[in-house]
C-alpha cells in the first residue's frame, strides 16, 4: 500500500503552521502602592524576605490542624473544584489535538446486484467492491494561528481554574480556623456565663434570706433576680450558639466532628504563628486569585488572536490512500492502489459583520479581564492592608480589655464588701456583678477577632504564600 500522496499531505500541513495573530502581551500594571500603609494603625517592622509558610506550620493547634486536614479530605465545594480543573484539563487537550491532523483507517466492502438494462454489457449480474484506506477528513491547515490561538485560550483557561481551586482550597483552610474558633470562644463564653449564673444564683437566695430576717429589701430581691434571668437568656444564648457552631463547621468538614475530638488550647495559648509585617507588597502576586486573573486575562488575549484570524482565509485538507478492487482477495495485490488529494479553501467576503463584531467582543473581553486583574490586586491589598491594621492594634485592645476585668474585678470585690458591711446598697454591687461578666465577655469576643484577623491575613497572603506545583508539569498530559 503506497502511503506517499498522504505522507506528503501530512508533511504540507504540518509545514503550513504559519503566524500567530495574538497581541504582544504586557502585564498591567498593578494600580497599587509600592509599600504597606502607615500610620498609628500600624507597626513599623523591617522588610522581611518571603519565606514558605505551609498551613500546618502556622495554624498550631493540634485539633484545629486535625479538622482541616479532614475538610481537606471531604469538603464537597473543593471536591467540585478539582472536578473542575479535571473537565477544563479534558478541554484543553481536546482543543490541543485539533493541531495535529486526525488520521483514521477504513475498510469497506459493498456488493450489488444489477438487472440487465442497468448493466453495461446488456447482462445481469453481481458487482462487488472491496476497498481499504487511510487518511485524514477536513484538517485545517493553521496558517495564521486560528487554531493555536485557540489552544492558548484553552490553556489559559485551565490553568485559571487550576488557581481557582487553590483559591478555594485557602478559603477551606481559613474558614475551618475560623469556624473552630468560634466554636471554642462561644464554649468559653458559655462556661462564663453558666458560672457567673450559679454566683448570681447563689447571691439570689441569700438575698432573699436577708430578707425574710428583714435586713434586705423586696428591691434588692428583685434586682438580683434581674440578674439571674438576664444570665438565664444569655445562657441559653451561647448554648444555641456552640450547636449551630457545631452545625457549621461539620458542613465545612463535609464529615462529622470526630466524636474524640476533645476542647483545644486555651484561647489565650500561642494558637497561631505570627507573621511579619514588613513583607514586600509584590508578595500578592503569588496569590491564587491574582494568579487566576492573570491566566483569564491571557485567554482573552488569544482569543482576539483566533478573532483576526478569522478574517483570512482557512485552508482544510482530506486526503486518503489504500487500495481498491472488485476481488477481496485482489485487494492487497500490486496495482489496485487508490488515493484522493482535496484541497479546499474558504475566503470570507460578506457575512452581515459578523467576524468584526466577534473581534469588536474579544477585545473588549481582554479589556474586562485587565478591570478584573486589577481589581483582584486592589482587593488583595485592601485585604492585606486591613489585616496589618488589626495586627498592629488588637495586642493593645486586649491588654487594655485585660486591664478593664482586672479592675472589674476589684471593683466587685470591694462592693461585695461594703454590701456586707451595709456600707452601699444592693445597686452598686449590681453594677459591680453586670460590668465584670460584660467584662469578661467582651474579652473573649475581643480575642476571637484578634485571632480570626490573623487568620484573614494568612488567607490574605495567599494562604501564607505556599508555593504550588510547577505548571509545566500539568500541561503535557
Not at 472491496?130 to 490553556?155: H, K
Not at 478574517?311 to 487500495?323: C, E, N, Q, R, V
Amino acid at each position: 500500500m503506497k502511503l506517499n500522496y498522504l505522507t506528503l499531505a501530512v508533511a504540507l500541513g504540518l509545514g503550513l503552521q504559519g503566524c500567530s495573530l495574538i497581541p504582544d502581551f504586557s502585564q498591567p500594571k498593578a494600580p497599587i502602592e509600592s509599600a504597606w500603609p502607615q500610620g498609628p494603625a500600624y507597626k513599623a517592622e523591617k522588610d522581611t524576605a518571603a519565606t514558605s509558610l505551609l498551613w500546618k506550620d502556622f495554624f498550631r493547634d493540634p485539633k484545629m490542624q486535625r479538622l482541616i486536614g479532614l475538610a481537606l479530605d471531604n469538603n464537597r465545594d473543593l471536591r467540585v473544584a478539582a472536578l473542575n480543573v479535571q473537565a477544563y484539563r479534558a478541554q484543553y487537550r481536546i482543543q490541543r489535538s485539533e493541531l495535529f491532523p486526525s488520521v483514521d483507517a477504513n475498510a469497506s466492502g459493498s456488493r450489488q446486484r444489477l438487472p440487465a438494462d442497468l448493466t453495461t454489457t446488456g447482462k445481469s449480474g453481481i458487482q462487488s467492491q472491496y476497498g481499504l484506506d487511510v487518511g485524514i477528513s477536513s484538517y485545517e491547515l493553521d496558517v495564521f494561528g486560528r487554531v493555536r490561538s485557540l489552544n492558548s485560550a484553552a490553556l489559559e483557561t485551565y490553568l485559571a481554574t487550576e488557581q481557582a481551586q487553590n483559591s478555594i482550597r485557602i478559603g477551606l483552610i481559613a474558614d475551618v480556623a475560623g469556624a473552630y474558633l468560634t466554636w471554642q470562644t462561644d464554649q468559653s463564653l458559655l462556661e462564663v456565663t453558666a458560672n457567673t449564673l450559679d454566683s448570681y444564683t447563689k447571691s439570689l437566695g441569700m438575698i432573699e434570706s436577708a430578707q425574710s430576717e428583714g435586713t434586705s429589701s423586696a428591691l434588692d430581691v428583685r434586682q438580683a433576680r434581674t440578674l439571674v434571668d438576664s444570665a438565664r437568656a444569655q445562657m441559653i444564648l451561647y448554648t444555641r450558639q456552640v450547636a449551630q457552631d457545631a452545625n457549621a463547621l461539620q458542613l465545612l468538614l463535609g464529615a462529622n466532628i470526630p466524636s474524640d475530638l476533645t476542647r483545644g488550647l486555651a484561647l489565650n495559648a500561642d494558637l497561631l504563628r505570627d507573621i511579619p509585617a514588613g513583607l514586600p507588597s509584590d508578595l500578592l502576586q503569588k496569590r491564587p486569585d491574582i494568579q487566576e486573573a492573570e491566566h483569564r486575562l491571557l485567554a482573552a488575549n488569544a482569543n482576539i488572536g483566533a478573532a483576526r484570524a478569522a478574517f483570512f482565509p482557512s485552508i482544510s485538507l482530506t486526503a486518503t490512500a489504500g487500495s481498491a478492487s472488485s476481488q477481496l482477495g485482489d485487494l492487497l495485490k500490486g496495482g489496485q492502489g487508490s488515493w484522493s488529494f482535496v484541497p479546499q479553501i474558504n475566503v470570507p467576503i460578506f457575512n452581515g459583520g459578523r467576524l468584526r463584531a466577534n473581534l469588536d467582543y474579544a477585545t473588549i473581553q481582554k479589556d474586562i479581564g485587565v478591570a478584573q486583574y486589577e481589581k483582584s490586586i486592589q482587593t488583595a491589598f485592601q485585604e492585606v492592608a486591613d489585616g496589618l491594621a488589626a495586627k498592629g492594634t488588637y495586642s493593645e485592645q486586649l491588654q487594655a480589655q485585660s486591664d478593664l476585668v482586672q479592675a472589674s474585678q476589684e471593683y466587685f470585690d470591694m462592693a461585695q464588701q461594703r454590701y456586707d458591711e451595709g456600707v452601699d446598697n444592693y445597686l452598686t454591687l449590681l453594677d459591680a456583678q453586670r460590668q465584670l461578666l460584660s467584662s469578661r465577655q467582651k474579652l473573649l469576643s475581643d480575642r476571637l477577632l484578634q485571632l480570626d484577623s490573623q487568620v484573614q491575613l494568612y488567607k490574605a497572603l495567599g494562604g501564607g504564600w505556599e508555593p504550588s506545583a510547577p505548571e509545566s508539569n500539568l500541561v503535557k498530559n
